[in-house]
């Protein structure tokens, strides 16, 4: 019988992972430099001295590369592979194990449905592929972003119809062919469709801001902070749907309404990094971020949880599960 190739659920065990780095002075503005510190925290903390992963911090050039260099901690690995922008996780490979061996997918990227398109993005997934060792690299003819899908390890996804039907990524496939490609290509079995995602996320919805798997059929959904919470509505939906599908849904808490700029933007504890030796979730300056950390860490018990600020990078459009990507070990 001819073993599934399948992509593991994040908290299985990791080799290394990709982080990117920010490296695009004009695209970053003032918020450069803060940002840069928060991803080299969020690389440290992955690292943990050693007894996490091997970090592969990305950047896009070598002046970069030297800027990241004097900021982490010595054993983190800084690479230079020419990007577009940090968001890994959705530019970078899917890397899929039957149980041994190990193969590389690299979906089409579009910029977010042709929001950014920005030059080195839409091949980067391949090229890290190709440098990765594994079994094989290939490449898929559709559009699929990482941070649009989470998996439980057991052939099921969850996703949003907002992104993944959305005509800005492939107009031409529909929701029964796009089941089939995913089962095809990361041997997914099983999806549960939500409805949509976060307010004013650039993404469309992308799942890595709303629900996360933590457990075989368990799935953590947040709960509204007050009746100001502009994601109210979405996150009541998203709960009912994952309870009608037949999954044990976890409650977690929301950061509530978040403003820059006197803006509502999509921040979200959702979007945390499950590594080896730590769960590393973002923070706002908002009067839940203690709550989610410890809610977290009740999850992770046997890993350490932590929390960084993670404004600057949030002005980029994500947080620290959007740029990275993790490789399970062999």
């Given at each position: 019988m001819n073993r599934i190739e399948r992509q593991p659920p994040e908290w299985a065990p990791h080799e290394s992972v990709w982080i990117g780095f920010p490296s695009h002075a004009d695209l970053w503005e003032d918020d450069l430099e803060p940002a840069r510190a928060e991803v080299a925290a969020?690389?440290?903390?992955?690292?943990?001295?050693?007894?996490?992963?091997?970090?592969?911090?990305?950047?896009?050039?070598t002046e970069s590369a030297d800027a990241a260099r004097a900021l982490v901690?010595?054993?983190v690995d800084v690479i230079v592979a020419p990007f577009g922008d940090i968001w890994l996780r959705d530019t970078g490979p899917i890397i899929v194990s039957d149980g041994g061996a190990r193969a590389a997918r690299a979906f089409l990227f579009n910029g977010w449905g042709g929001k950014y398109r920005l030059a080195g993005d839409d091949d980067l997934a391949l090229r890290l592929a190709k440098s990765g060792g594994f079994s094989e690299a290939r490449r898929c003819k559709y559009v699929l972003e990482g941070g649009a899908i989470d998996v439980d390890g057991t052939?099921?996804?969850?996703?949003?119809?907002?992104?993944?039907l959305n005509p800005n990524r492939n107009p031409n496939l529909s929701q029964a062919e796009i089941e089939a490609r995913l089962l095809g290509d990361l041997g997914l079995d099983r999806v549960l469709w939500l409805g949509d995602g976060l307010l004013n996320d650039h993404t469309d919805g992308h799942v890595d801001n709303?629900?996360?798997?933590?457990?075989?059929?368990?799935?953590?959904?947040?709960?509204?902070?007050g009746a100001d919470d502009p994601n109210a509505t979405v996150y009541r939906d998203a709960q009912a749907?994952?309870?009608?599908?037949?999954?044990?849904?976890?409650?977690?808490?929301s950061p509530g309404r978040v403003l820059r700029d006197g803006e509502i933007i999509p921040a979200s504890y959702m979007n945390f990094y499950i590594g080896n030796a730590a769960v590393v979730v973002p923070l706002y300056g908002a009067a839940n971020d203690q709550a989610a950390v410890d809610a977290i860490q009740a999850l992770f018990p046997t890993r350490r949880v932590v929390g960084?600020?993670?404004?600057?990078?949030?002005?980029?459009?994500?947080s620290f599960h959007c740029i990275s990507q993790q490789v399970p070990v062999a």
């Amino acid at each position: 019988m001819n073993r599934i190739e399948r992509q593991p659920p994040e908290w299985a065990p990791h080799e290394s992972v990709w982080i990117g780095f920010p490296s695009h002075a004009d695209l970053w503005e003032d918020d450069l430099e803060p940002a840069r510190a928060e991803v080299a925290a969020f690389a440290d903390a992955v690292h943990a001295g050693g007894a996490g992963e091997t970090v592969r911090l990305v950047a896009a050039d070598t002046e970069s590369a030297d800027a990241a260099r004097a900021l982490v901690q010595p054993g983190v690995d800084v690479i230079v592979a020419p990007f577009g922008d940090i968001w890994l996780r959705d530019t970078g490979p899917i890397i899929v194990s039957d149980g041994g061996a190990r193969a590389a997918r690299a979906f089409l990227f579009n910029g977010w449905g042709g929001k950014y398109r920005l030059a080195g993005d839409d091949d980067l997934a391949l090229r890290l592929a190709k440098s990765g060792g594994f079994s094989e690299a290939r490449r898929c003819k559709y559009v699929l972003e990482g941070g649009a899908i989470d998996v439980d390890g057991t052939g099921l996804a969850v996703t949003t119809e907002q992104c993944l039907l959305n005509p800005n990524r492939n107009p031409n496939l529909s929701q029964a062919e796009i089941e089939a490609r995913l089962l095809g290509d990361l041997g997914l079995d099983r999806v549960l469709w939500l409805g949509d995602g976060l307010l004013n996320d650039h993404t469309d919805g992308h799942v890595d801001n709303l629900a996360r798997f933590v457990g075989e059929g368990r799935i953590a959904i947040p709960e509204p902070a007050g009746a100001d919470d502009p994601n109210a509505t979405v996150y009541r939906d998203a709960q009912a749907r994952a309870r009608a599908f037949g999954l044990a849904v976890v409650p977690l808490p929301s950061p509530g309404r978040v403003l820059r700029d006197g803006e509502i933007i999509p921040a979200s504890y959702m979007n945390f990094y499950i590594g080896n030796a730590a769960v590393v979730v973002p923070l706002y300056g908002a009067a839940n971020d203690q709550a989610a950390v410890d809610a977290i860490q009740a999850l992770f018990p046997t890993r350490r949880v932590v929390g960084f600020r993670a404004d600057h990078i949030l002005t980029g459009g994500g947080s620290f599960h959007c740029i990275s990507q993790q490789v399970p070990v062999a």
